[in-house]
């Protein structure tokens, strides 16, 4: 008897794989939108002091400062701004572990537009260092709860493409400082930092809408939260924490130092052509913070 022919297992066709936005949820969409929004007016904080910088200190140093004193006492300044977002950071990132992401989150943003605001009221270059380094713990600390939100909210498959429109949308809170340096800011630099106060509305939307991480809320009662100690003491922890930290000091450290003095750089070529006036000074400044 003839044998009956071999099948050949053939394995199925895979089917296409489905886009990252398959199956979110609009409480996932929700999460992303708030914390993006959170950090859109983060980065419009800090870069409408790299815009308005040179009129800020020139003004509470007075007429008769020179430029060498004006790009120091403004360097000063951007240094406690940078320790001041280290800081928070690392402070309000463990404080998050340990309270949560949403309370943390509505604590840093109202942290960051209070003292800008306040930053109109400064007198001395002394009050611009303090006030500028407090806004920058908000900064710092709003940016680490946030990231961490959008990555315990969205599945593995989407936390990559969530996580990089979340960091994305930095780049509306650059062209928002530069829009507010070039037209209020060209004439009235404290006016401008007033305006760093409207981003605490964005706090009632936080209250009623942002669910806490379900990720954080899972932990269990009585385990360590928010402990560097135990970071540190875990090799497996600690080598991931360090390499993380080099790659963001690295990228970091470009952005801001090409970000804070490209309005500097751009004053002085306009000035080495002869252009004079403050007004066409602080837009033009603006302008190449934008582009």
């Keep these: 008897m003839p044998h009956p022919p071999e099948v050949q297992d053939h394995p199925a ?7 990252w936005w398959s199956g979110i949820t609009r409480q996932q969409w929700t999460i992303l939108t708030l914390a993006s929004l959170g950090w859109v007016f983060d980065v419009f904080e800090g870069q409408l002091y790299a815009v308005l910088k040179t009129p800020a200190v020139r ?11 004006v790009n120091g006492i403004a360097g000063l300044t951007l240094t406690c701004f940078l320790a001041g977002g280290a800081v928070g950071g690392v402070f309000f990132g463990a404080l998050g572990d340990r309270w949560g992401r949403r309370r943390v989150m509505i604590l840093t943003i109202l942290m960051y537009s209070v003292f800008t605001a306040l930053t109109a009221m400064a007198q001395t270059w002394e009050q611009l260092a303090v006030l500028r ?7 710092g600390g709003e940016w680490a709860v946030a990231a961490a939100i959008v990555a315990e909210a969205f599945p ?19 062209f ?8 209020i800011g ?60 080099g790659l963001a000091t690295a990228g970091l450290a470009g952005l801001w130092c090409a970000a804070f003095w490209a309005p500097e750089l751009v004053r002085e070529i306009l000035r080495s052509q002869g252009v004079m006036e403050e007004g066409t000074l602080r837009r033009m400044a603006s302008d190449a913070v934008s582009g």
């Design 13 to 19: 066709p895979t089917a296409a794989a489905a886009p």
């Design 59 to 69: 003004a509470v140093l007075g007429p008769g400062a020179s430029d060498q004193q």
């Design 133 to 139: 380094f407090l806004v920058a713990l908000g900064v």
């Design 156 to 174: 593995e498959r989407a936390r990559t493409a969530a996580s990089g429109l979340f960091h994305a949308s930095s780049g509306l809170g650059v």
């Design 176 to 183: 928002l400082a530069a829009l507010a340096g070039r037209t």
């Design 186 to 245: 060209a004439s009235d630099w404290r006016a401008a930092f007033w305006l760093g106060l409207l981003p605490a509305l964005l706090t009632l939307w936080v209250r009623r809408s942002l669910p806490e991480s379900e990720r954080w809320e899972r932990t269990a009662p009585g385990t360590t939260r928010g402990s560097l100690p135990e970071l540190w003491s875990r090799t497996d922890l600690r080598a991931h924490a360090l390499a993380a930290a």
